[in-house]
């Protein structure tokens, strides 16, 4: 039964503070809505409620708010989205309301955004191909359905961009090398700007992808409490179309340092103890609860896979944010600012990024058989190339040897061939195929992390890569 309330006592940032009867039963996470003198009504979550006060966090900007004559109705249920496959094709702000001009969704049903746990021994293992479009992905670090695997990123490098790419290429693809299953992308801006979220917006209207898309906008204007709902819409939506619909579902959600910058905020209007770096001591917990949604269930056909990504502050892979996100997460793809400086687009950092489940979406029949050895080839090959360029420079290039020049050749065309693809939809064979080109540098007795006999039937023969 719903109660009123007008014991509304502070309005404290996004915060607003009740009294209630010592034994009146308020739930965690229960919605409220606040009637004030402007004769607005401000939805809101209760976050903590003992001795007879209970904390209740706003969904929309207090601007204007005052407590005089305020009004706290508790609503007795949490915070739902109606979910139906009509969600395809739709655009939503990041509390889950139509912002594109369509109808109203009526909904098949309403799920908590909360989620519930999955059991552990119903978990799956991650498993089989997703691919991206992009060689330093597919190729070097796979991405297999279920799995997490964030962006590191630094300010000002191209991530959104190439987030926008991976969710317009993006397909799963199946043992006979065509794509395989419903596919579909979950994508949520988290206190981007304007302009970018527009971007987001026309980039997969141009391209058809919104057809396939459910897409959830929060800018930076917007309450920053709402900024915690956007990706558990996100991820309910998800889930919905994986475990009930039997679809395989890619996420990809920016920027999660301005997710965790609006728990720090919460948590400093709370009085919280601060921990690392002002954000609060929880923030790991917290964010489990948005990465351990990923993955493979058993007895449904769908997945969930994750890709979030995040800024570095001061291109810091040490920071809070970054470092409990690796905790949790499968791995990360790293953007360098020194490959960006070269102009080099996508400027993924090839060595420290990780895909700690690759080895599940490779091999024979589900990408190519030659597929561990190539990469396995060309990360030691650009390795070492990298370490003479290191020489080259304080020695001199004429003080190497005619292999190791070789080597330098290689890292200079790995960057641009290889890495450098624009905005090129690559197959993974093409990918493969392009690593096989680089490595003809090489005599035969240099590639030494593969077999023989796949050597004998993928090294172009005659082919040298050009100078």
Known sequence: ???????????VGPLAFVELPNDEPVSYEELVEIRTDDGKVR???VLESQEGLA?????????????LNAKAKFLGETFQFGVSEDLLG?????????????????????????????????????????????STIDALNTLVRGQ??????????????????????????SADGEGGGNFAIVF??????????????????????????????????????????????ALTTAEYLAFEKGMHVLVIYTDVT??????????????????????????????????ERAGRLRGKKGTVTQIPVMTMPNDDITHP??????????????????????????PVSVLPSLSRLMGNGQGEGKTREDHKGVIAQLFAAYAYGLEMRELAVILGESSLSDIDRKYLKFADKFEEIYVSQGETDRMVSDSLDHGWKLLSIFPRSELKRIKDELIDKYLPVDEAVKS
């Open 258 to 291: 301005n997710y965790c910058e609006a728990l720090r905020e919460i948590s400093a209007a709370r009085k919280e103890v601060p921990g690392r770096a002002g954000f609060p001591g929880y923030m790991y917990t917290d964010l489990s609860t948005l990465y």
């Open 43 to 45: 939805l809101g979550k």
């Open 1 to 11: 039964m719903q109660k009123e309330y007008k014991t509304v006592r502070d309005i």
């Open 148 to 173: 997490k695997l964030p962006i590191f990123s630094g300010s000002g490098l191209p991530h959104n961009k190439l987030a926008a790419q991976i969710a317009r290429q993006a397909t799963v693809i």
């Open 321 to 346: 944010i970054i470092d409990l996100t690796g905790y949790i997460t499968e791995g990360q793809i790293v953007l360098g600012r020194d490959l960006h400086k070269k102009g080099l687009y996508p």
């Open 55 to 67: 904390v209740v966090q706003l969904f929309e900007s207090p601007q204007g708010a005052a407590t």
């Open 188 to 233: 949520a801006a988290m206190g981007v700007p304007f302009e970018e979220a527009q971007y987001f917006i026309e980039e997969f209207k141009r391209t058809g992808a919104i057809e396939n898309s459910v897409l959830f906008i929060n800018t930076a204007d917007n309450p920053v409490v709402e900024r915690i709902a956007t990706p558990r819409l």
């Open 90 to 134: 739709r655009t939503f702000s990041g509390r889950g309301v139509p912002i594109d001009g369509g109808p109203d969704i009526i909904p098949e049903k309403k799920i908590d955004i909360n989620g519930a746990p999955m059991n552990p021994a119903s978990r799956e293992m991650p498993d089989d191909f997703i691919q991206t479009g992009i």
